[in-house]
T-cell receptor, first 112, second 111 residues
């Protein structure tokens, strides 16, 4: 049973445009969400997070939106840059622990 | 800080051999996680430790896999005997709070 779903395995976007990566979850106990970014041959690195008490968190070119009623998250990158090409994972911690549940990831390709 | 350190970065071994993967977490972090990444299953949590004590090992695939954390600065993941289906990238991560910091991974190939 996949508690975290990233239904788009890949996404291609032109440089300068907006990239939107989506994540759906089923566990209503998740109260904090993290996005990780992964380059080939490297470990995932933390990108941005959002608490369930907020519906938006912004950090530079990266904004995460949370719709709790729909159990849906989205990560917006604007403007997209070629260096943003990576795999992006949505990963909420389980309630009461630091154990992360990772989605399958979305591979973003930003075309120059 | 050097971040999470894993060794070796690459390991090629033959089926039936014992494999030991090593991890040094970030100093001061009290939780350590072992993950496996494959094309088919993505990133899977194998086991995690809190204050050197194994908390949840339900992700360990079978008895051939074992993990230890003898002290706060070192952990091992052992596979004995190894099988070709164990080929994957194995990541170690550590945390003091919600954000986990990952090592660069060990790419294991079992022939």
């Amino acid at each position: 049973d996949q508690q975290v779903k990233q239904n788009s395995p890949s996404l291609s976007v032109q440089e300068g445009r907006i990239s939107i990566l989506n994540c759906d979850y089923t566990n209503s106990m998740f109260d904090y969400f993290l996005w990780y970014k992964k380059y080939p041959a490297e470990g995932p690195t933390f990108l941005i997070s959002i608490s369930s008490i907020k519906d938006k968190n912004e950090d530079g070119r990266f904004t995460v939106f949370l719709n709790k009623s729909a159990k849906h998250l989205s990560l917006h990158i604007v403007p997209s840059q070629p260096g943003d090409s990576a795999v992006y994972f949505c990963a909420p911690p389980s309630a009461g622990s630091y154990q992360l549940t990772f989605g399958k990831g979305t591979k973003l390709s930003v075309i120059p | 800080d050097a971040g999470v350190i894993q060794s070796p970065r690459h390991e090629v071994t033959e089926m039936g051999q014992e494999v030991t993967l090593r991890c040094k977490p970030i100093s001061g972090h009290n939780s350590l996680f072992w993950y496996r990444q494959t094309m088919m299953r993505g990133l899977e949590l194998l086991i995690y430790f809190n204050n050197n004590v194994p908390i949840d090992d339900s992700g360990m695939p079978e008895d051939r896999f074992s993990a230890k954390m003898p002290n706060a600065s070192f952990s091992t993941l052992k596979i004995q005997p190894s099988e070709p289906r164990d080929s994957a990238v194995y990541f170690c991560a550590s945390t003091l709070g919600n954000t986990q910091y990952f090592g660069p991974g060990t790419r294991l190939t079992v022939l």
